[in-house]
């Protein structure tokens, strides 16, 4: 688990401020996701990457934006934060994808995020 | 849209009983369905996962079962102890792609 790291850990901005939420992982694995959680709904995908240089939209995407240019690295960016983005985020890797029969997925420990 | 619905939102049973819980998916093309465990304040954690090609599988007191046909799966705890007291998620794979969806979450408590 100490293989994918979440920084910061906890997170207090202000409605309309531009946050970033980063997540590394050292196992080199190629699959990266980033999950919101809130009560009531479970775990929802945000954005999911399959590589460097390649991402795609998950269930929730609006108001998100990310990137992948280095394999361990993904970051997650609020553009303009809102009150509904107040959640806990988790960030998460896995060495293959379910196309191709699946494999264990890792979280990080998460980032609790507050939009006052 | 793709859907996960799980069943009980909370379950409390006592030390010693069997706890199961059940997910329904609609994908019909979902080949892959892993069990997570999250502790309070913790992050998820894979206990058993299962797929498409298998229709039970165990690992100690852990069991899930698949009914492709019916499109359900369902978690089998038994010899619950204090420690299995956390939330439980089930998932599904979407198709042929890399995502999963999750079902709500199942709060088990297991009353000493």
């Known amino acids: 688990d100490a293989g994918i790291t979440q920084s910061p850990r906890y997170k207090i901005t202000e409605t309309g401020r531009q946050v970033t939420l980063m997540c590394h992982q050292t196992?080199?694995?190629?699959?990266m996701f980033w999950y919101r959680q809130d009560l009531g709904h479970g775990l929802r995908l945000i954005y999911y990457?399959?590589?460097?240089?390649?991402?795609d939209k998950g269930e929730v995407p609006d108001g998100y934006v990310v990137s992948r240019s280095k394999t361990e690295n993904f970051p997650l960016t609020l553009e303009s934060a809102t009150r509904s983005q107040t959640s806990v985020y988790f960030c998460?890797?896995?060495?293959?994808?379910?196309?191709?029969?699946?494999?264990?997925?890792?979280f990080g420990p998460g980032t609790r995020l507050t939009v006052t | 849209g793709e859907n996960v619905e799980q069943h009980p939102s909370t379950l409390s049973v006592q030390e010693g009983d069997s706890a199961v819980i059940k997910c329904t998916y609609s994908?019909?093309?979902?080949?892959?369905f892993p069990w997570y465990k999250q502790e309070l304040g913790k992050r998820p954690q894979l206990i058993i996962d299962?797929?498409?090609?298998?229709g039970e599988k165990k690992d100690q007191r852990i069991a899930v079962t698949l009914n492709k046909t019916a499109k359900h799966f369902s978690l089998h705890i038994t010899e619950t102890q204090p420690e299995d007291s956390a939330v439980y998620f089930c998932?599904?794979?979407?198709?042929?792609?890399?995502?999963?969806?999750f079902g709500t979450g199942t709060l088990l408590a297991v009353q000493p």
């Open positions: 299962i797929r498409s090609n298998v």
């Open positions: 196992w080199s694995h190629s699959y």
């Open positions: 998460a890797s896995s060495e293959s994808g379910w196309a191709s029969g699946g494999s264990e997925q890792y």
């Open positions: 990457s399959a590589a460097a240089d390649i991402t």
């Open positions: 998932a599904a794979s979407i198709r042929a792609t890399n995502k999963l969806i």
């Open positions: 994908d019909s093309a979902s080949n892959y």
